[in-house]
C-alpha cells in the first residue's frame, strides 16, 4: 500500500536521495548541489513542502513546490517544483495519487509548473490527470555579482 506524508526537515536526506535519483532520470545528476545539511534548513520554512510517497516504508516518490503569490491577482499559488516517481513504480497510480495530494493542499489555488518540450510522457501524464499545457518559453539569466551595474 502506497502513503503519502509531508516531509519533515529529518526527512532531508531522504528528500536528497529522491532528488538525486530524479536528476540522475534527466541526465544531470551534477546539478543538483544542495546539501543535506541545507536541504534540512529548506524543508523548516514554511512556504516549501515536500510530499513523500512510500511504499511500506520505502520512499517510491514525491511531489515539492513553494507557495508564490501572483502579483497579477494577488492571489497565492503553488509554484510546483518537482514530481517524481522511482522508475520500478511509475504506471502504478503513484504520480497521480502525489498531485491529488498536492491539489488537497492547494484548496482550490492554482498549482503551476514547467514540463521540457521533450517530455511527451508527462505532458500526456498531465493532460490525463485534467491539466491545462500552456506554450511559454523559460528564461533563465544569472549574472556574476557587480556585473550588472557595469552596463
Not at 88 to 99: A, I, N, P, Q, S
Request: charged share 25%; proline share 2%; glycine share 8%.
Amino acid at each position: 500500500m502506497v502513503s503519502i506524508r509531508r516531509a519533515m526537515a529529518s526527512d532531508a536526506a531522504t528528500v536528497h536521495a529522491l532528488m538525486r535519483e530524479l536528476a540522475g532520470h534527466q541526465g544531470q545528476r551534477s546539478a543538483v548541489s544542495v546539501s543535506v545539511d541545507r536541504m534540512r534548513e529548506l524543508l523548516a520554512r514554511p512556504e516549501i513542502t515536500y510530499l513523500i510517497a512510500e511504499r511500506e516504508g520505502r520512499p517510491i516518490g514525491y511531489v515539492s513546490w513553494l507557495v508564490r503569490v501572483s502579483l497579477w491577482s494577488g492571489s497565492d499559488y503553488l509554484a510546483l517544483d518537482d514530481l517524481f516517481v522511482s522508475d520500478g513504480e511509475r504506471g502504478h497510480g503513484v504520480g497521480e495519487r502525489l498531485m491529488r495530494a498536492a491539489a488537497e493542499v492547494a484548496d482550490g489555488r492554482v498549482i503551476r509548473w514547467e514540463v521540457a518540450a521533450a517530455n511527451v510522457a508527462a505532458q500526456r501524464f498531465y493532460r490525463r490527470i485534467g491539466a491545462g499545457l500552456l506554450s511559454k518559453m523559460i528564461c533563465r539569466w544569472q549574472v556574476e555579482p557587480g556585473a550588472a551595474a557595469e552596463s
